[in-house]
């Protein structure tokens, strides 16, 4: 996957800029508040719909603006497309795919993207949402049906808890339950599979790079953990998957109805990280959990490629600083080596090795200027 273009009217500190994209590394340098992660922002917009740091899309507007544009011309398995974003201060944005207009559940998955920011650097050390966030973000992006369950269970569950208060205060039925719980199962046991599944797949590639990062010290593996089952049944769990939700589900009833919570399902779940057998989210060092994220990231990108055939778009925003000399060569090798679009920001270019890595571009005030 390949971006060759990037239009930005009004978006953020940007008044109208065009970025021609190569191939390969660019690496956007500038100082702090210049414009780069905008950049990055503008790009994963594109692939999800939504932005990696504010949920209100007026936020993408120019100050004293009333409207933006997104643009992006990219190659997806060498067929050119173009994907359009018009954000207005006063109503809902619009999508275009190649001039025409389509809804959000036909976006997610046309441009696939990779975001590192130094917050995923907690991400092994981090509380399970984020963990469970990384995992969704990633299945979603391969599988729309997994993107639009993921809603559909996430309203359900809501309207469930929503029941078991009303049951609790006296105002509901009990009986009225199962008529969410027959909804709101299949949801989630398709979930809990694609994750499974997903998981299974990247624990292969994360172990393989894993012992390359560490220089063959470390073995690490991933499991999916599945909330109120213990780490055996998880493994094997996947026939019985739908009977066994149905039987937590009702083994929980009377404590979900005095908490008016659902306790069991995909939104408690969470991703295990194992290194030498033992759990990284509690006994890591920092050094491990940080060489533990960036295995999980690289990961990622060999799980799209398995899936659709081709790297996604990686956006690097501001890493280098934060990871130690060893692992960022790992991580600039890896990229060159690969030949993946992987866009950059960095405020030294000191980070680089000198010589022939990638294309630079200045970011100054909102404007972009290859060098
Ligand atoms: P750093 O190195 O600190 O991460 P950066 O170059 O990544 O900096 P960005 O986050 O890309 O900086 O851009 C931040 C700039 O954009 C800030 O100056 C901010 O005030 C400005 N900005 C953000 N939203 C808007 C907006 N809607 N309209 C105008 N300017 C905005
Ligand atoms: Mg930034």
Redesign the pocket.
Known sequence: MKIKRLELKNF??YREEKIELPSGASVFL??????????L?AVYYAALGRSHRTSADV?????EEREALLSLDFFRMDAENQLEFRFFRESRRKIFRNGAPILMKDLVGTVNVVLFSPEDLLLVKGAPAGRRRFLDMEISQIDPSYFYDLAVYTRLLSQRNTLLKRVRDGEADESEIPLWDVQMIPRAVNLIRKRIEAVKKMDGFASRTHREISGGKENLSLRYELHGADGEESGSMTKDLFSWYNEKLAESIRLDIMRGVTRFGPHRDDLALLVNGADLRSYGSQGQQRTGVLSLKLAELAFFREETGEYPILLL??VMSELDRDRREKLLSFIRGEKLQALI?A?DEAYFPSGSFGNFFD?SH?TVTAR
């Not at 500038?30 to 950049?39: D, L, P, R, S, V």
């Not at 936020?59 to 100050?63: C, F, M």
């Open positions: 953020r500190n500038g100082q702090n508040a210049q414009g780069k992660t905008n950049i922002e936020e993408l507007v120019r100050w925003d501001d920001t405020t970011v909102g």
